[in-house]
Every structure is written in structure tokens, then in C-alpha cells.
Nanobody
């Protein structure tokens, strides 16, 4: 059975950093595209960062140079390193698994989300 469990969220001051983790079970993360998706209060989903099985990546323009995605195959875990955080990054962050190794497939499993709040 597939499970995705996010952790690492919390309250941070502007300019601070957080690292989110997505621990996966029931499949191998290196064989699928994996995404971090966020939803701010009252807004729709934003696809923050995606990595495919060939390590190609795509990201939201507003996080360029501040966020990065990585994968630890030995731990079957995907990370989102977030630096230079600002209040606009406040959201619930979800980890999602693609149905294939490609980024543009349907994402068939989602974690429960972890709250990130950026505030003085």
C-alpha cells in the first residue's frame, strides 16, 4: 500500500529556512516523478517543484534560487529545501506521487500535508 508522510513544517521568520521531508512506502521514489505542491489559504494548488525519475526538475518561478528538491533513494524520501522564506510562502505543502516516471502524468497519491507559516 502506498503512503506518503510529510514532515518538517513549522513557523519560521522571514528569511529563514526549512527542509520538508516526504517519506514514501509501498513504491520506489526513484521510479516515479514526485512533486511538492502547496495551497495557501483561500487559494488554489501551486506546483512548487517536481523531479522525474531521470532527475530532471521543474519549479515555480517564484521559488527559483530559493527552493530545491532532492531525493534520497536509500531512505526512499524526497526533500524540499526552502531558503529565504517570505510570508507569501505560507501554505500547506503536500508531497505527491506521479502515476509514472513522467512529470505530466496524473498524480495518484498525496500525503496529508505539512503547514509552513512564515511570519515575524
Amino acid at each position: 500500500e502506498v503512503h506518503l508522510v510529510e514532515s518538517g513544517g513549522g513557523l519560521v521568520q522571514p528569511g529563514g529556512s526549512l527542509r520538508l521531508s516526504c517519506a514514501a512506502s509501498g513504491f520506489t521514489v526513484s521510479s516515479y516523478a514526485m512533486a511538492w505542491v502547496r495551497q495557501a489559504p483561500g487559494k488554489g494548488l501551486e506546483w512548487v517543484f517536481i523531479i522525474n525519475s531521470q532527475d530532471s526538475k521543474t519549479y515555480l518561478d517564484s521559488v527559483k534560487g530559493r527552493f530545491t528538491i532532492s531525493r534520497d533513494n536509500a531512505k526512499n524520501t524526497v526533500y524540499l529545501q526552502m531558503n529565504s522564506l517570505n510570508p507569501e510562502d505560507t501554505a500547506v505543502y503536500y508531497c505527491a506521487k506521479s502515476g509514472s516516471r513522467w512529470m505530466n502524468s496524473e498524480y495518484d497519491y498525496w500525503g496529508q500535508g505539512t503547514q509552513v507559516t512564515v511570519s515575524p
